[in-house]
């Protein structure tokens, strides 16, 4: 009789304590109830995130941790002149300077961040050089670029032919009213989880086209472009940076699935409030994408237009965002 007593408080306690922890009618988080997770995975921003998949599929498919493969995959759109949004050939600014903004995330935590950087191709390799070789999260402008340096990597000019072409087109008006899913998208944001299961992400941008000098969208703040926790999920945005930091977009999304929302319905839910702090999103796109421990993923946007890329052991391809408007 006492052991049926104690076994029917314990029960009651597990209950109430799940209850607390996760809103009604809501899935568990993580691995309760579910079979196994789909590991690896690799999910990107828009359709340069394909080639970057690649690139991550490569370590991951080796057995390769999931920081080494977001920094691998996202170093391709940084390396690439036609991808306009990212790295060498990217936008630059109003003053016809290219900077860089990135930052890389870990399953322990451990991030690092690089914002205003000129003349590195990779900052996205500087970020990662921030997170294991100082005591800081972020370096900005010369003293990241000193710090790159001092690292091994090469000063160069990132400003193509075509980008300084339309950077001058762009002086005869100088109106700054970006084009939705064209000029500020201005992201790659790469989510993996390899075959422990651990989780990492990372992103990358050269910023909105045609920026004030100076400027630093969300995408190199850790909890706005990107969010990592290595128990619930991982999260990262893309669009007008400054609608997502607002709202510390990514951690929001993490903290949704942490509640027992999938990936996508805590990106829609993420999405969602945006708009309703918004006087105003008719030219303004925000995306987010999320990966869960499960290897669940998910992506949402105000508008039509944005896409991301999947790859796990059995899909290879470029999905069109769902969307509110």
Not at 49 to 75: H, I, Q, Y
Not at 86 to 97: A, L, Q
Not at 161 to 186: F, R, T
């Amino acid at each position: 009789m006492n052991s049926r007593r104690n076994f029917i408080k314990l029960s009651a306690w597990g209950t109430t304590l799940l209850t607390g922890l996760y809103p009604a009618g809501k899935a568990f988080a993580g691995t309760l109830g579910k079979g196994a997770a789909n590991k690896p995975i690799v999910i990107s921003t828009w359709n340069h995130g394909m080639p970057a998949n690649d690139a991550a599929w490569k370590v991951l498919s080796g057995n390769g941790s999931a920081l080494d493969a977001v920094e691998a995959g996202v170093r391709v759109p940084e390396a690439d002149p036609e991808v306009r949004t990212v790295g060498y050939g990217g936008f630059p600014d109003r003053e016809g300077k290219v900077t860089l903004d990135a930052c890389i995330m870990d399953k322990d935590s451990n991030c690092g961040s690089v914002a205003f950087l000129q003349h590195i191709k990779h900052p996205i390799s500087v970020a990662r050089k921030v997170m294991e070789e100082t005591p800081h999260v972020m370096l900005v402008g010369e003293g990241a670029l000193d710090f790159a340096l001092s690292q091994g990597f090469k000063k160069e000019k990132l400003l193509t032919p075509a980008s300084e072409k339309d950077w001058k087109n762009w002086l005869k008006e100088s109106k700054y009213k970006p084009v939705i899913n064209i000029e500020n998208h201005d992201t790659i944001g790469m989510l993996a989880m390899d075959a422990n299961g651990d989780l990492a992400g990372a992103c990358t941008t050269s910023g909105a086209a045609f920026k004030m000098h100076g400027r630093v969208g969300d995408s190199p703040i850790i909890g706005a472009g990107l969010f990592v926790d290595n128990e619930v999920g991982a999260a990262t945005a893309t669009g007008l940076g400054e609608a997502v930091m607002r709202m510390v977009g990514s951690h929001l999304v993490v903290e949704l699935m942490r509640q027992g929302n999938s990936p996508q319905d805590a990106c829609r839910l993420a999405v969602e409030r945006i708009i309703a702090k918004q006087k105003d999103v008719k030219d303004l796109q925000v995306g987010f994408i999320a990966l869960n421990k499960q290897g669940e993923y998910g992506g949402y946007c105000i508008h039509k237009g944005f896409d991301y890329a999947v790859r796990d052991k059995a899909t290879n391809k470029l999905i069109d965002s769902k969307y509110k408007l």
